[in-house]
């Protein structure tokens, strides 16, 4: 984002269209509109969209406490599973997750709003400043936990929950990782990704450092000295490298650093953006880099994808939205080279793909499209030093079923590890089960041993 090629300014559109463009996407329902959408639930006695839920949230039970009048009650019940509800109510893709499998979409088409009832409940426990847990008489245990994102602080939450001492270290100068750098502007407005970690950590028994990089302040190795345990909820910090020449021009961004600037920025006029940005992927980072191109006055935006419409990672909703937004997704086409101009991106070369006898191939067709500002959205790389002899295979971290890994009084959970979607939802479901993990050892006053040879 330092080196601006020629077609990248801010400032493209005026105060207002700014504060409309990037105001809230889905507002919250009122009390009337959740009590119309609580009403449509079954209350399925063995509902299919609790168990699409990665964090396995009694969803009939919240929605029927709110069809009641009893919101707060609502709200525990859905943060007795995911401390972070507010937020995954928010940035889920429930349209594949829990409102997929609602049987309303069986007979009509239209699911149960479970994610709007679950941010209207969740709102609420927040804004009051209900807490519902009360941190016990302290353990004499301390836990370090390397992450304050999804993952690193649902696992700290529920340590504390057992009297254990928690010490969050952080890269960044600012706690929530993914949530607070990762996630699209109008998904999570009013600076909501700190009121929760606040909220989170209001349990106390819970500190967090922040600029304190494994590898650089500390090591691995250093921290099970200190620590009676140690979670790793590090995520996927290295960004993939489209290796094809021009990459190094002026104006070609990676799209992870474009929403993180855009998400920290106090005036979103003074986030440039080019006359006609190229995004790279299929995913939803993808999505919403272009999206949000769109909203800072980029006159065309398009989403080159190498592969088919139904196999972008992206949901049908995200996909769907983008192109509400005016963006133009093309699938089929894979990046060539950059093109240049006077040292700064001026358009990028594409070759036609097809599958050809299950494999992915040029067909030796190609086309450019004019660009001053390319954004490269093609996935994130594990990107960790300080492990020690920690196992890693195919990029990700080895844990068994709760987290354990290879190494003694060690755990992980989030992206950085070989398990599950790489989602908010799935990552806290992981934090939450290594921690009751930890906690059964501990407890136990056993040194915990490795689970992965």
């Given at each position: 984002?330092?080196r601006l090629?020629s077609?990248?300014r801010?400032g ?12 809230d996407?889905?507002?919250?329902l009122d009390?009337h509109?959740?009590?119309v959408a609580a009403?449509?639930c079954?209350f399925c006695?063995?509902?299919?969209c ?5 964090t ?7 929605i029927?406490?709110i069809?009641?009048g009893n919101?707060?009650?609502s709200?525990?019940?859905?943060f007795d599973?995911n ?5 995954c109510?928010?940035?889920c893709?429930?349209e594949?997750?829990c409102e997929q499998?609602?049987?309303r ?29 009360t ?5 004499g245990r ?11 602080l649902?696992?700290?939450?529920r ?11 952080d ?5 929530g990782?993914l949530n607070?750098?990762?996630i ?7 600076d909501?990704?700190q009121?929760?970690v ?13 600029g ?11 921290l099970?000295?200190?620590?009676d ?18 990459e190094?021009?002026a ?7 474009f ?14 953006v080019g ?16 999206i949000q191109a ?16 139904e196999n ?5 909703y995200e996909?769907d939205l983008?192109a509400s937004?005016g963006?133009?997704?093309?699938h ?9 101009k006077d040292?700064?991106?001026a ?5 036609y793909?097809?599958?050809?006898d299950?494999?992915?191939?040029g067909?030796g ?6 660009a001053d500002?390319?954004?490269k ?12 002899n920690l ?7 080895v844990?068994d079923?709760?987290g354990r890994t ?12 070989g398990t ?7 990552a ?10 930890i ?9 915990p041993?490795?689970a992965?040879?």
């Amino acid at each position: 984002m330092e080196r601006l090629g020629s077609g990248i300014r801010a400032g493209r559109l005026s105060p207002e269209r700014y504060a409309s463009n990037f105001s809230d996407l889905h507002p919250r329902l009122d009390k009337h509109e959740a009590l119309v959408a609580a009403d449509r639930c079954y209350f399925c006695y063995d509902a299919p969209c609790m168990t699409a839920c990665p964090t396995a949230i009694d969803i009939p039970l919240f929605i029927r406490q709110i069809s009641t009048g009893n919101p707060l009650g609502s709200a525990k019940t859905i943060f007795d599973q995911n401390i972070l509800g507010g937020m995954c109510a928010r940035v889920c893709p429930t349209e594949t997750l829990c409102e997929q499998a609602c049987v309303r979409n069986t007979a009509e088409d239209r699911p149960v709003e479970i994610g709007n009832l679950q941010r209207y409940a969740t709102d609420i426990a927040m804004e009051t400043g209900r807490q519902f847990y009360t941190r016990p008489a302290p353990s004499g245990r301390r836990v370090a936990v390397i992450g304050a994102g999804p993952a690193g602080l649902a696992c700290a939450h529920r340590l504390s929950m057992h009297g254990h001492d928690v010490v969050i270290f952080d890269a960044r100068q600012k706690p929530g990782g993914l949530n607070e750098y990762g996630i699209a502007t109008y998904k999570a407005t009013d600076d909501f990704a700190q009121r929760e970690v606040d909220y989170v950590t209001a349990i106390g028994g819970i500190e967090i450092r922040t600029g304190q990089m494994l590898g650089r302040n500390f090591t691995l190795p250093d921290l099970t000295e200190e620590f009676d345990a140690v979670f790793l909820g590090i995520g996927l910090s290295g960004v993939n490298a489209l290796g094809i020449e021009g990459e190094d021009l002026a104006g070609v961004d990676d799209a992870v650093e474009f929403i993180a600037a855009l998400r920290q920025a106090t005036d979103k006029a003074a986030v440039p953006v080019g006359r006609r940005v190229v995004v790279l992927g299929g995913g939803m980072t993808a999505i919403d880099a272009a999206i949000q191109a769109k909203l800072l006055g980029a006159e065309e935006v398009t989403i080159c994808y190498r592969r088919g419409k139904e196999n972008m990672n992206a949901s049908g909703y995200e996909q769907d939205l983008a192109a509400s937004n005016g963006v133009i997704i093309r699938h089929w086409l894979a990046p060539k080279r950059i093109v240049g101009k006077d040292g700064a991106a001026a358009g990028i070369e594409l070759e036609y793909t097809a599958m050809v006898d299950g494999k992915l191939t040029g067909t030796g067709e190609t086309g450019v499209i004019a660009a001053d500002q390319v954004m490269k959205a093609i996935g994130q790389s594990f990107a960790a030093n300080g492990l020690g002899n920690l196992r890693i295979e195919a990029g990700r971290i080895v844990t068994d079923a709760t987290g354990r890994t290879s190494m003694e009084r060690v755990w992980a959970g989030g992206d950085c590890v070989g398990t599950g979607e790489d989602l908010t939802v799935t990552a806290v479901a992981q934090g939450r089960d290594a921690a009751e993990s930890i906690n059964t050892l501990l407890a136990a006053g056993v040194s915990p041993a490795a689970a992965v040879a």
